[in-house]
């Protein structure tokens, strides 16, 4: 079996699997190491999948802008594409948070974008009565994607055109001489880059205190009628996604934190009652809407809200691809393109050009430790 490579992606999470595809698909030797099945681990598994471009921390923009950085969108944007379904996102918030909604648009995609004084204009008005004073934005260009079908598509293209290992965990990896070795088991492999894509669940060493897990509460509701696209409700924070005509995931917010994954309680508590409270504000009366199931997921946060993406210290040639906060499938396929980019310059030996420098920069996960050493 061939045991070296160009980089190492250890993780087939959304993000694991679209930084593989992309540096696979920029010529790059490539293995991707997962140890259970693809997505189906960590947060990936439960995403509810919205894809939307709005983001109101300008730094984390040039993640989730449509289009490409440098040169042509490539396979993983192709790949998502298919997986999309382009319903339009709502968002259901004050004016005031409309209106940095529409900053953060710039003069770029006003065309892709609707906004309304009033929750009138979605599904029929079914909205009105209960979010008096709330304005409409609707990102025509958003939508929902199939997180199955996106991830297993990308492991997929990285099984036929380089090496794609499941059911394997890595338990160490070691750096030696501009080398890393990584270890699963009995199989060591070695690679000049390491990317850590493991999420809230990874075993890595990373930088103290940047990372932790956090719990996603969500409950399945059987409902009357789902709306026609996902919605953001700012106010109530959360959201509602259709997940068919009488079938709708919503949000909870009832959260708690901790180092590692493994260390979060799972159980669904009060999540439930708190859903109900929330979809009753938004006018589902309890007599039409009933839960099916409440389940507790997780993904890894910063306390920036940005994630840690970059080298794990200076030197080092171990790349973290982390902290995606809840939004890490609307980002992918950007960080895939900027780290394809990164990684493939770096084997060619370039220097980084300096707007790339300056968009990585935000995300870098040095930013902790200096942090704790101050
Ligand atoms: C309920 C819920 C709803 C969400 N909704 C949205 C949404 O609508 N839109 C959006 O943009 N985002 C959403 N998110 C967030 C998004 O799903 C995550 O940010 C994203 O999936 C993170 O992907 P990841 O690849 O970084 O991590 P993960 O999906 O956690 O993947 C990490 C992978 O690493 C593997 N791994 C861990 N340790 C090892 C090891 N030692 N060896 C090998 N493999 C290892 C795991 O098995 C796992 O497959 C949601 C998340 C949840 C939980």
């Known amino acids: 079996m061939k045991t070296s490579f160009d980089v190492i992606v250890i993780g087939a999470g959304v993000m694991g699997a679209s930084i593989a595809a992309a540096l696979v698909e920029s010529g790059l030797d490539v293995a991707l190491m997962e140890k259970g099945i693809a ?3 960590g947060a990936t598994r439960d995403t509810g999948g919205i894809v939307r471009g709005l983001e109101l921390d300008p730094a984390l923009r040039p993640l989730t802008s449509r289009g490409a950085h440098h040169g042509s969108t490539g396979i993983v944007h192709a790949l998502f594409e298919q997986a999309l379904k382009r319903t339009g996102v709502a968002y259901i918030a004050s004016s005031e948070v409309c209106g ?5 648009v710039g003069t770029e995609g006003t065309e892709n974008i609707e906004l309304h004084a009033s929750v009138g204009a979605l599904d029929n008005g079914r909205f009105s009565s209960f979010c008096d004073g709330e304005c409409l934005l609707i990102e025509r260009n958003g939508g929902m994607v199939d997180a199955r079908v ?3 598509n990308l492991c997929r293209y990285v099984a036929e055109k380089a090496t794609f290992l499941d059911h394997l965990a890595v338990d160490r990896c070691v750096e030696l001489d501009g080398k890393v070795q990584v270890h ?10 390491v990317v850590d894509a493991c999420g809230a669940s990874g075993p890595l060493p990373r930088p103290y205190g940047a990372v932790h897990a956090r719990t996603i509460p969500f409950t399945r509701l059987s409902c009357d009628q789902a709306p026609s696209m996902p919605v953001i ?15 709708m995931q919503v949000g909870g917010q009832r959260r708690q934190r901790a180092e590692h994954a493994y260390q ?9 009652q708190d859903v109900m409270e929330r979809v009753a504000r938004l006018g589902y009366d309890r007599d039409h809407t ?3 199931v409440t389940q507790v997921a997780w993904d890894a946060y910063t306390d920036d809200g940005r994630p840690l993406i970059g080298r794990s210290t200076n030197k080092s040639h171990l790349y973290l691809a982390t902290g995606f906060c809840g939004i890490g499938f609307k980002m992918a396929p950007n960080v895939a393109e ?11 030996g370039m220097q980084m050009e300096a707007d790339h420098r300056s968009i990585m920069e935000a995300f870098c996960p040095s930013r902790f430790t200096e942090v704790a050493l101050s």
């Open 264 to 272: 979060l309680n799972l159980s669904p508590m009060d999540n439930e």
């Open 290 to 292: 009933l839960p099916v």
């Open 338 to 348: 900027l780290l394809a980019f990164e990684l493939g310059g770096r084997m060619a």
């Open 150 to 152: 996106a991830v297993s």
């Open 39 to 41: 997505g189906g681990q």
């Open 100 to 104: 940095k909604y529409l900053e953060a």
């Open 233 to 247: 409700a700012h106010s109530l924070n959360t959201y509602l996604l259709p997940l068919g005509r009488n079938l």
């Open 184 to 193: 699963a088991g009995k199989l060591c492999l070695e690679a000049t880059w």
